[in-house]
């Protein structure tokens, strides 16, 4: 059983940056690729980042390539999120995910993952 916990989301300006982490633990955090996703009020949750096991292939969504930077550190059993430039749209509940599965590409859909966060909230505000 893995255990996720989100943080270093909040309240930004548009514009403005957030770097979220999420922490592993009850796992192998070297043999899992990771994910991040985000639910927006009334909407469906969606991909945002993936990272394979060693860090080395990273896939983003088109909505955020280019501002978000996914990153991991293994020793640490982490992965970050780096958002930059952020907008209204981004306003969402971040959560993060652990595919088990050992695959070598990080997946992009929801139902690959088995263990999720409790997701952290980020709001942008004009």
């Known amino acids: 059983q893995v255990q996720l916990v989100e943080s270093g989301g909040g309240l930004v300006q548009a514009g403005g940056s957030l770097r979220l982490s999420c922490a592993a633990s009850g796992g192998t955090f070297s043999m899992y690729a990771m994910g991040w996703f985000r639910q927006a009020p009334g909407k469906e949750r969606e991909f945002v980042a993936a990272?394979?096991?060693?860090?080395?292939?990273?896939y983003y969504a088109d909505s955020v390539k280019g501002r978000f930077t996914i990153s991991r550190v293994n020793a640490k059993n982490t992965v970050y999120l780096q958002m930059n430039s952020l907008n209204i749209e981004d306003t969402a509940v971040y959560y993060c995910a652990v595919d088990a599965s050992l695959t070598l590409l990080p997946p992009k859909r929801e139902f690959e993952y088995e263990y999720w966060g409790q997701g952290t909230q980020v709001t942008v505000s004009t």
């Open positions: 990272i394979s096991r060693s860090g080395g292939i990273t």
